[in-house]
Every structure is written in C-alpha cells, then in structure tokens.
C-alpha cells in the first residue's frame, strides 16, 4: 500500500491524463469522477514499485480503460442509456475543437484508443503497443484508418493531422 504522498504526486501528474482518456469512454462528467476515484484507489492499494514514471504512467491509462471499459458492460449502464444518449462535453475544449472531438469520440474504440493516446498523450507506436498488448504493425494500420475515417467524416480538413 502506498502513502499519501505517492498517491498525491500521482494525481497531481496524471489526473488530466486519467480524466480525459475516461471522458472518451463515458462522455459523463460524474462517471468520469466515479471511475477516476476508483483509479486512483487502486493506485494506492497497488503492492509493487514501478520500473518508472512512464511505467507508472502506462499502468494508470491501462486501469482507467479497464475501468471504463467494465462500467460500459454492467448490466445497469447497459440497461438504463446508450453513450449516444449522453450530450455532456467537458468543459476544457476550445469551441473550434468540438467538431474535432465529435468526429474522433465516432470512431470504434480501437481507432478512438490509439489516435488519443497517439496525438494526446504523445506515445510512439511501439508505447501504444505495449499498453494494448498489441503489435505495432497493427497500431500502424489502426492509426492510418483513423485518420482516414476522420477526414471522410471532417470532409478532408485533415491535412495536417498525420
């Protein structure tokens, strides 16, 4: 179990990072906080060290998709609203980014995932790979078609996002 200081440089380092990878799942600012709070708990009640601060990093983004990724298969939430039905936006975007977001939040997941973590986050392929346990061959291919199914959906205006 870790103290109170790790726990607080944690969050301090990688609250954005945690939030805004699980806005792109749940699109609900108060899931968001239910699912960051359950994170960061694990955190705590994690028994071992990290190798370092970029594995710590990765291991957090892992849990936090895990996270969402559970709470969008509960029966309730399947139950109760589609993600289609939700309209909340975060309040950090510019307004000239909405239309970015609307577009990338449309993509499948494994498209909406790789292109976040790419341009957002700033991993390199071969990070991405490692944190979905996926060849990088493949992190390639999901990359291109993302971008190719941006500029279909934004009607080309993607020249410079490569």
């Known amino acids: 179990m870790r103290n109170e200081a790790e726990v607080n440089r944690a969050i301090d380092l990688y609250a954005d990072t945690v939030r805004r990878i699980c806005f792109l799942y749940l ?18 009640l994690h028994p071992s060290s990290f190798e370092s601060d970029a594995h710590e990093k ?10 969402c990724q559970d709470l969008l298969k509960s029966f309730f939430r399947r139950r109760v609203r589609s993600i289609e039905e939700v309209t909340t936006e975060p309040f950090y975007l510019q307004e000239e980014d909405k239309g970015l977001l609307d577009a990338v939040f449309r ?28 060849n990088e061959n493949t992190i390639h291919t999901w990359l291109k078609r993302g971008r190719e ?10 020249d410079d996002f490569r």
């Open 149 to 158: 199914a941006l500029r279909e959906k934004l009607g080309g205006e993607l």
């Open 27 to 44: 699109k609900n600012d108060a899931d968001v906080d239910d699912i960051f709070q359950e994170v960061f708990l694990k955190y705590l």
């Open 58 to 67: 990765a291991w957090l983004i892992r849990v936090s998709i895990n996270a």
């Open 107 to 134: 993509l499948a997941p494994k498209y909406r995932n790789t292109i976040y973590l790419f341009y957002y986050e700033g991993y390199k392929v071969r990070e991405i790979s490692e944190i979905k346990g996926k």
